[in-house]
């Protein structure tokens, strides 16, 4: 039987016990709605959102977190359809979270995710949910750590968060995914300084996609350059080895040993310790960016701040005052009126 949830801004405790209920079970109406919830700026959104996240939590933590990211073009969502696709038909549920590049006036999602896999998208065993990526670094929505718990705790034992594209912003997936994989188009010359070092060394799987037809020999000369590449920087870990690999999402060649790889390193940094030492720290830093954006978000509501902002603003604008110190007056204002009261 569905579950019915009401509004989430009527949600009493109940309604809240039958949306996690309801997520516990699969549901995907329930999981939907609750990823919008935890995905929500208002403060009563907020409140419910966290009681519900904390009724989830004993049922997280199963699965494995796959961090996605590549320049434009080089076919992330193909590779994530036809790589979906394989490791359903291993048995295991996929969740992608994909995050579009957003509108910088309306906040809205410039693509559809969901158009662009449509075959995996017809799959009971998948589910795909695009989240404009609100102009936050790395290209990752604000809740997506939130929408990985909700994810887990419905039975999708791989996450996938595929990103808006590879910048040095780009290291806050690997901060919350457990392995990342960084997709690379078929290059050579001058063309392989396009992507960073520093995204390189971040990377635990290296995959060159698009390797077929004629471009199936500089794939693998372009994965040979990042190999020896690799062995001039200095190891990530001591118990992993960065691969690179070959594949073509098109034809599907090459997609098993990505999966093998990938569960060949969970199974090292399970045996390590590595895995849990990381998901702990992953944890304390998520707990330190939720109390600074709750300040934040505090410090934009407080009374005399709002009164004060326009003139100092406009002061700002003007050249007439340093934005540092125009700064130091708000926090100024305050910690002072948060001290009174």
């Known amino acids: 039987m569905a579950v019915h949830v009401l509004n989430c801004a009527a949600m009493d405790k109940p309604d809240i016990d039958a949306l996690v209920a309801g997520v516990v079970r699969g549901d995907r109406r329930a999981l939907a709605r609750s990823i919008t919830l935890v995905e929500s700026t208002r403060a009563d959104h907020r409140a419910q959102a966290g009681q519900v996240l904390e009724d989830l939590m004993p049922h997280t933590g199963r699965s494995i977190r796959v961090g ?3 320049t434009p073009g080089v076919g992330k969502s193909t590779f994530i359809e036809s790589f979906g696709n394989f490791v359903i038909d291993r048995g295991h549920k996929v969740a992608v979270l994909a995050v579009d590049p957003s509108s910088t006036r309306s906040g809205g999602s410039i693509l559809g995710d ?6 995996l998208a017809r799959r009971p065993e998948a589910f795909i949910r695009p989240s404009p990526s609100g102009g936050t670094l790395g290209g990752v929505a604000r809740r997506t750590r939130e929408a990985v718990l ?5 039975g999708f034992d791989v996450v996938l968060v595929e990103t808006v594209g590879v910048g040095q912003s780009e290291t806050t997936v690997a901060q919350m995914t457990d392995l990342f994989a960084l997709l690379i188009a078929p290059a050579g010359g001058d063309e392989l300084q396009g992507i960073k070092r520093g995204i390189v060394e971040i990377a635990d799987i290296l995959v060159v996609n698009k390797a077929d037809g004629e471009l199936a020999a500089i794939a693998a000369r372009t994965a040979a350059d990042y190999a020896g590449a690799l062995r001039l920087l200095r190891p990530k870990t001591g118990h992993w080895q960065v691969p690179v690999l070959t594949c073509s999402a098109l034809t599907g060649a090459g997609i098993d040993s990505v999966w093998a790889h990938i569960e060949r390193f969970r199974e090292t940094a399970t045996a390590s310790g590595a ?6 720290e992953q944890a304390r830093e998520w707990m330190w960016a939720g109390a600074m954006e709750g300040l934040a978000d505090e410090l934009r509501r407080h009374e005399h701040v709002r009164a004060n902002l326009p003139r ?7 050249g007439e005052l340093p934005p540092t110190l125009a700064a130091q007056q708000l926090l100024a204002l305050f910690l002072r009126e948060t001290r009174r009261g």
């Open 68 to 70: 996605i990211s590549g």
């Open 114 to 119: 969901k158009t662009r896999m449509e075959l």
């Open 150 to 154: 909700v994810c887990e705790a419905a």
């Open 275 to 280: 895995l849990a030492a990381q998901r702990a």
């Open 312 to 318: 100092l603003e406009r002061a700002v604008r003007a």
